[in-house]
């Protein structure tokens, strides 16, 4: 009596697309120079100020909570470069190398192969977070003094993430529209620096800076605090209310759940700051959320769809 064959599951088709895509991001020399960017970045964010300080004979102070609120060191630029640079050849890679066709000529499906490759993609951002988070934590550790606040760790990984995955479903769609690399690469670049030129422009026109809100990136300009001069603006900082600015909103909102987020613009005569509006951190902390979620659930819709529709013959 003959036996009848293993039928091949669904699980054991997605982790192979896994670990095929996780040893292909992790041989990448795009994704290792990303990384190594990115260590460069928060070794600038650590050692920079206290050596500029032992320049000018100044003390650096302890400053117990500077590993929270640095988080990742590598900020906006950072969450896209990780996004762009592990999914870019995703889709595109499998139909201009024509590694498409013995894929698909498997027992396995589309959305198997597209939902195995995001997650890859997921996987090695997260590891990528975590080495970086870690590198953080000890190099804040030995300049600045004892941290406060460490167990808010996964709260800045989860944002972090967060951010990312909104980039990555940008690229993601363009990749599984266009079946370019190339196309990928410079289309989410065009994406990220219009929405940053945008964001600069919009701050001396507030009846239209509220779109930034609803955009990736940074959103509207705003600080934590009432500002009314230079010197106001100058001493709270810049506070991001978009969808790059989870991590941040999540751990202060934590720690200060009472604080108010206020919007200003910058007049174009005087080249001061002007009060325009405040508004609950929890509500600007929750649209932050909300608006990513919405991106990378619609995003990721249409380049599945894209992925399953797409012509072989090509």
Known sequence: MKRKPRRVRWRDNFLAIV???LIW???KKKFLGVLIL???FATIVLFLPPILNSVNNITTEANPNFVINTGTGVGSIGFFLFALVSVMNSIPGEFESGSILPLLTKPISRTTVYLGKIFAAFVTILGAFVLLLVYIAIGGSIVYGPQNNLYLFTVVLVGSLLSTLVWMGIVMVIGSLSKSSMLAALLGIGIWL????ASGILTVFPSQSWVLTYLPGNGAAATLGSITNATDLTRLGSFSTGTDGIATGLVTYILNPNQNVSYYK????TRLPTLIGSEPLS?????SIAVALIYIVALNLI???AFKRAQIAE
């Not at 219009?194 to 030129?197: A, R, V």
């Not at 910058?266 to 005569?269: A, G, K, M, T, V």
């Open 19 to 21: 670990r095929y895509e």
């Open 25 to 27: 991001n992790i041989r």
């Open 38 to 40: 990115a260590f460069v």
């Open 194 to 197: 219009g929405i940053n030129i």
């Open 266 to 269: 910058f007049d174009i005569q």
């Open 283 to 287: 509500l600007t902390v929750t649209r």
């Open 303 to 305: 380049a599945w769809y």
